[in-house]
């Protein structure tokens, strides 16, 4: 999956929450969490992606490593 997307909906999440955090007078308004609610799932879900696509990364290499060369 491509995370560019992902990483897009959180920049406009954190600059509504930006927005929302100068003009309301609590952070704990209902409104303001949901915004924060949403984007913390983003940023688990990217997270996951990365470790994902790491953990492929290493397995890549370690399949690479005990390839034997080949005799051609």
């Not at 609590?26 to 992606?49: F, G, N, Y």
């Not at 470790?51 to 390839?67: F, I, N, R, V």
């Amino acid at each position: 999956m491509d995370p560019h997307p992902l990483i897009y909906r959180l920049e406009q999440l954190q600059r509504r929450l930006c927005e929302m955090a100068a003009q309301m007078d609590k952070l704990t308004d209902p409104e303001i969490v949901a915004v924060s609610e949403e984007a913390d799932r983003l940023i688990v879900q990217l997270q996951r992606m990365h470790m994902e696509e790491q953990s492929l990364k290493k397995s890549e290499a370690k399949s690479d490593e005990e390839t034997p060369p080949s005799l051609s």
